[in-house]
Structures are given as C-alpha cells and as structure tokens.
C-alpha cells in the first residue's frame, strides 16, 4: 500500500491513493523471477498475455486482442514510449537492458489516454530504470543454457567531482533455434549486443539532471516463410534473417520546488534500422514538459504539453511495401489534470484530459475520472470512467502486402493483395472499472479489479477494387482487400492478485484473470475473419502462482507456475509452464544461480500469427546457469 508509483498521475503517489489497476514488478520480483528477458518477466502479472511466437518474436498483450504487434498497449521506457508509428505495437526483440537496471515496472492495466494520449488503450506499461547513484561499483553477470546459449552483462557506476553519478555497461546475448513442427531447425536463433550509459547530475539544491543513451544491434533468424510471387508464378521458400541497429539518446531536467511542486523538460531522439521485409529506417525525435503544482492543501495540479516528430523510410519489398515509402509525421499532446482531496486522507477525485492532434485523424480529446476511498490505512476502494484511443498507423494508412497468387489456364496471373486505406478512423473505447485492495495483518495483501470496456469502429477487412496492374512485370490482376472499422464490441473480466507471507522464509505470490469478448460486425460488413480473431486470440482464463524459500546455507529456491487457457483462433491447446531456480549466495557480493524453464512439458506451440507471414516453432524445455557478481 505504501509502494510510490508515478504512471498513474505522472507524480509520485503510494498505491493506496491510486484509482487503477496497478501491479508493480519491483527489482527483488525481478531478481526472484530468474527471467532474462522483459516479455517474460511480465507472465507474472495477472491480466497480461504473454505468448511466444518463435525463439525471437513475442506476442504480448493487456485484457485481450493479442497479436504479434498489440496496437492497443503503450510501452515507455523512463516516460519514452517505444510504441512503432509504423506497425502499431511494440518491436519486443529490439527492446533490451540490462534487468539487473530496472528500478521497477509500472503495468497498468486499463486506459491511459487522460495522462499518456493516443493508444494507451488497454494497457500501459512503464519501464523505470535506477539512479546512477543507486549501481555504484562493478557488476558481472555470465552465464549460459541450451536455449540461452551464452549472456553477459558487464557494468560499472561511480561518481565524478561528488555531483555527478555515472554507469556504463555492455549485454550480450546468443539464444539458439528452437525446433520447427517436424521437428527441424527452426532457424529462428538470435542474438544482441548493445552498450549503454547513464548519468545523473545535481545541477543545484532543486535542479537535477538525467542523461541516458544506448546503442544496440540485433540480429536474429526466421522460420523460412512461403510468399506469393509475381516475377515468377507461385509461391516461394524465402529464409528471412533480420538485421537491426539503433539506439536513443534521452535528457530529463527536473527542478523541484517543494515536495508538491515540480517541473521537467524531457528531450529524447530515437533512430532505428531494420533490415527485414519492410526495411523501415525511422527517426524520431520527442519533447515534453510537464509542470506539478501543489494548489492549496486539497489539489495537486499536473499540466503539459508534448512534441513528437518522426521520419520513417522504408525500402519494402515485392512482398510488403509502403505508399509512399517516406513519411514525416507529427504528434501534439496538451495535458491537464486536477487530483482533488474531497476528504483529506479519505476520498480523492482525479479528474483530467489529453487534448491531441494526429497526422491522420486530427484531433482526439481523451478525458477520464478517478475516485478512490481509503476507509483505512491498509485499504482502497476505487473506481474509474476512461476515455482512450486508438490513432492508425502506416500499416493501416499505406499497406500494400500480396498475400497468395494463382494461375489459370489462358489467364494473367492474380494476385491478392491488402491495401492501406488512407481513412482509416480512430479506434475509441469507453472503460468502467471498479477496484480494491487491502492489506491484513502485514503478511497478506490482495488486489482485485474488473472492467467492462465498449469498444467502436474496430479495424475489419473488407473487399477491395480488382485492377490490372503491370508494374512489376509480367502484367497481373489483383483482387484487393482494405482495412475498414466496422466491427465494435464489448469486453469484460476480473483480475486478482496476492501476497502472502506464509512464514519468515516463504512468500506465495497467487495471481488469476478473466476475460470475455464479444464483437459484433456493422451491416456493412463483409469481413470473415476479424470476429473469431479478436475474440479467440486471448484466454479467457489465466493464472499465476509464484513462491519463494529462504533456505539455510545461503541458499534460495524459487519456483513459478503460468496456466494459460486454450486459444479459439488462433487455434491452440492450453499449457502450464514451470520456471524454477535456485540460487546460492556463497560471499556477499556473488552468488550462482541453476535454473530451469518450460520444465512441465518439452515442446510445445503457444501462438501462431494470425498473417502467417511469421512462422511458429516450438517451445522448449531449457535450463541455464548464472553467475553474479557485485565488487
């Protein structure tokens, strides 16, 4: 309850205070989950889908419509969104630090428009990292498995002239293939390597100053994949190996002016380059500033205003391509929000809105109420209206993809193909959502939530014009489709988590979520696939159960259990995984862990991609040692 968070309000408040489905993964859940990689250490919060693809490529989702890339979930990493203006999602095989850096992760589940604008639908997820102040000294981690071939993370902090703290560190990794249906080599390894630094500077007694940046290249196999062709009739075996390298460089100024007043200027710049089907070089620089203002004893007031400028260029492909390839969009947010104390320490009202304008739809206003009643100390009552969008993107505006081509007898080939449509419309949602939590006797807490969300203009595929088209040769009829909005719905579930402190040396950790989805096509419609996609893509039911156990000798134990229900389309089995590891700490400052991954059940799918243009492989059994070190 008394656990600080600031994704909720864009200020620092303790959880008891906030009205929202909030799970923080602190840096001891993190060192207890024995993950390697952030996709996998959010499996631990109810609510979240989480669903390997293939040895690289993650699905990851909140409340419902998972796929390879969820366009309906913000991800931030210090308060810098690394949602894809192109796609709609999140490149999860590019996003990778160093996890013993991670301060905390924020995963609110539910909107986020009224604070973070556009696609902060159902979920916002906000990676803060530590201080520089806070990895003084060396780290080593090594390590390596039979999935997880080789890793090392190499690091040192310290301190300049007593004003400035610094760190700087190097990661690597090498995952190897994961076998395909057949048993074959799935040909989807991967590994990184990238390098980064942070310091943090005590400008004055109220002014400080952040300064990040990393660089990374990333370069990972693909399960061959079959393309339609157009040079050559028919379809084709194309391995697809895929090249990225990027980095960002991000500066945050913050002055404080008493512990209820603040402001920040935040300036980031973010390039990318991935040499894939599409191959998109993008750019994107991103402003902000944001002001915090203690009004009288009952208010705190946060306003601001936000800039984001990018460039993108992709080469594409006979296969994918973007009309046009170059493209220079811009985004403008306006925030405001007023948290005001009804009963001072009792009941909060938090009331607030983004005004922003989009480079395809204009202008969305996203506004949204919160109250939360604290009775007690140890307990929260909350409830919340909310009002989210989401914008298109070029995927959405300026496609064109051959899916499959066919010949016959006397005729040109055909070819069918998606095309972009350039109105695409905004995807809003209305969100209820009621809420509590408590804490007994400090050795059991609880926190349980439910929505119901009603969603409108959802993205359909509907029949497009059929053309002749001769570039590129031999001359070919295609037969469109193009993205429309005509599909709305309604969600509904329930998610629930705990702690309980059964003794002094074992924690239990359980955590459940259900979900219902039902969508309904316009009249207009012609879609075929789009209701059984958004509604058979998430389990309906999900659940967690993490444990904990201090050992004599310095030893540790811990032990993790993911449920995952049957998926209706696409169509796959339900599965229980089982981590586990366990970890001696043999001097203070090093320790060696032996873990094990996937341990109930060797092989198995746990989700394909609705496009088919990636393909599964399956998942398997694995284990890894790790050694850590601190000096």
């Known amino acids: 309850m008394n656990i600080e968070v600031t994704s909720v309000s864009r200020t620092e408040q303790k959880l008891s205070r906030t009205a929202s489905a909030i799970f923080v ?198 399960p061959t994949e079959t393309f339609p062709s157009i040079t050559s009739p028919g379809l084709v075996n194309i391995e697809l190996p895929v090249n990225a390298t990027g980095g960002f460089l991000q500066g945050v100024w913050n002055r404080v002016y008493s512990p209820r007043s603040d402001t920040s200027l935040q300036v980031a710049y973010d390039q990318y380059e991935r040499n894939d089907q599409l191959g998109e070089n993008r750019r994107t620089l991103y402003l902000e500033f944001k002001d915090h203002l203690g009004w009288g004893t009952r208010q705190n007031i946060v306003w601001g ?109 055909n070819v069918i193909s998606i095309v972009g449509n350039p109105r695409a419309e905004d995807q809003p949602l209305i969100a209820y959502e009621l809420g509590y939590r408590r804490t007994i006797r400090d050795r059991l807490s609880i926190d349980f939530s439910a929505y119901y969300n009603n969603y409108d203009h959802l993205e359909t595929i509907e029949p497009g014009p059929i053309f002749l088209e001769n570039t590129p040769p031999p001359p070919h009829v295609v037969f469109s489709s193009t993205f429309g909005n005509l599909m709305h719905g309604e969600t509904h579930g329930l998610e629930a988590a705990a702690n309980w402190k059964v003794t002094n040396r074992w924690t239990l950790s359980p955590g459940y979520a259900f979900e219902r989805i039902h969508m309904h096509l316009d009249p207009a419609s012609l879609d075929l696939g789009s209701v059984g996609l958004a509604q058979g893509s998430s389990p309906v039911h999900s659940a967690q159960l993490r444990s904990r156990l201090t050992m004599p000798h310095a030893l540790s134990w811990d032990a993790s259990t993911y449920f995952v229900n049957r998926l209706t389309d696409p169509r796959e089995a339900a599965y229980t995984r089982l981590d586990t590891g366990l970890t001696w700490q043999f001097t203070e400052h090093a320790s060696l862990s032996i873990v094990g991954q996937n341990l109930l059940k060797d092989l198995h799918q746990e989700f394909a991609d609705y496009t088919g243009t990636v393909r599964s492989t399956l998942i398997k059994r694995s284990a890894y040692i790790q050694f850590t070190g601190r000096f």
């Not at 009331?351 to 307990?379: C, K």
């Open 305 to 413: 205003l936000t800039y984001r400028d990018s460039d993108s260029t992709a080469h594409g492909s006979l296969y994918i391509s973007l009309t046009p390839a170059s493209l220079n969009t811009q985004l403008v947010d306006a925030l405001v929000q007023d948290e005001i104390a009804i009963v001072p320490d009792r009941v909060y009202l938090t009331a607030g809105t983004i005004l922003e304008h989009n480079y395809y739809t204009g202008f969305n206003l996203m506004p949204s109420a919160r109250v939360v009643w604290t009775p007690g100390p140890n307990q929260a009552l909350w409830a919340a209206i909310s009002d989210a969008v989401r914008v298109p993107n070029e995927i959405d505006t300026a496609l064109r993809t051959n899916v499959a081509s066919f010949s016959l007898p006397g005729s040109p080939l």
């Open 25 to 222: 993964i602190t840096q001891d859940d993190i060192a207890h989950s024995h993950a390697t990689n952030i996709p996998d250490l959010l499996r631990m919060v109810p609510g979240v889908d989480v669903a390997q693809i293939n040895g690289n490529i993650t699905a990851l989702s909140i409340r419902g419509f998972n796929l390879r890339f969820a366009d309906k979930l913000l991800v931030l990493v210090d308060g810098r969104s690394v949602y894809s203006p192109a796609f709609g999602g999140v490149f999860w095989d590019m996003l990778d630090l160093p996890l013993e850096d991670i301060a905390r992760i924020e995963v609110i589940r539910g909107p986020g428009g009224s604070i973070w604008g556009g696609n902060a639908v159902n979920g916002v997820i906000n990676i803060i990292t530590k201080k520089a102040s806070e990895t003084h000294g060396a780290l080593v981690v090594a390590g390596g498995g039979n999935a997880n071939q080789g890793f090392e993370t190499t690091q040192y902090g310290g301190e300049v002239a007593k004003s400035t703290d610094y760190r700087v560190y190097t990661k690597y990794f090498n995952n190897g293939h994961f076998p395909n249906a057949t048993g074959q080599d799935g040909g989807d390894g991967w590994h990184t390597l990238q390098g980064g630094f942070r310091t943090d500077t005590a400008l004055s007694p109220k002014d400080t100053l952040m300064f990040q940046g990393n660089m990374y290249s990333v370069r990972e196999g693909s």
